[in-house]
């Protein structure tokens, strides 16, 4: 939602951060696949030294690089089908393994397969509707994109052992936004077949 309804604005701090990878000669797939190995990478630390604060922190600077890619590929007239199709497949496993890694070490497989698989099912309701007709992969501002996805992990990751809830409640401010994204993922997927329903429907009546 942040990214489709402020595309200006975003483009212009995407380029901004991606200035001095782009000068530094780097590629936009370069890119891409640095940034899946500093996801890996963070999980793996995640998984040995169970610090949420830095997994947050780590994260946060390993999913910058799903809009330095783009940047580049703009900034650096680089852009390609294969890099764009490379950029959804590798944005998917880094939450894949995001989620399980988090299953792992929390044992909130449930809240993880839910936020896992509305993260999927979001991405997959647009992907899907492309195969059917032509569309515009921009004109899609949705409730819960990625973007959105990414910052509520990463700030319930950082502020999870600085915030305690009430006994009571049963839950930590992580576990809580993982069910937030879980319900809001697939509140925004259905968002999307609406949309794709009626996209469909409209051109096959043309």
């Not at 995640?46 to 330095?68: C, H, P």
Request: hydrophobic share 50%.
């Amino acid at each position: 939602m942040l990214d489709g309804t402020n595309k200006a604005l975003s483009d212009r701090v995407w380029d901004a951060l991606a200035l001095p990878l782009a000068r530094a000669g780097l590629t936009p797939n370069q890119i891409t696949w640095l940034g899946l190995l500093l996801v890996l990478a963070n999980c793996a630390v995640f998984y040995v030294y169970r610090s949420t604060f830095w997994f947050g922190i780590g994260l946060a600077i390993a999913f910058t690089f799903d809009g330095l890619d783009g940047a580049v590929a703009r900034m650096r007239g680089l852009s390609s089908r294969y890099g764009g199709y490379l950029d959804a497949v590798v944005d998917r496993y880094q939450e894949l393994v995001v989620y399980i890694t988090l299953a792992l070490v929390t044992g909130w497989w449930l809240l993880c397969l839910l936020a896992i698989t509305g993260s999927l099912m979001t991405s997959y309701n647009k992907a899907r509707t492309a195969v059917e007709i032509p569309i515009d992969n921009n004109a899609w501002p949705d409730l819960l994109e990625r973007l959105e996805r990414v910052a509520i992990l990463c700030a319930a990751l950082v502020f999870d052992p600085l915030i305690h809830l009430p006994r009571s409640w049963g839950a930590s401010v992580l576990s809580l936004a993982i069910l937030l994204i879980g319900v809001l993922s697939h509140v925004t997927a259905i968002q999307r077949f609406i949309r794709a329903r009626g996209l469909i429907l409209r051109q096959t009546r043309n």
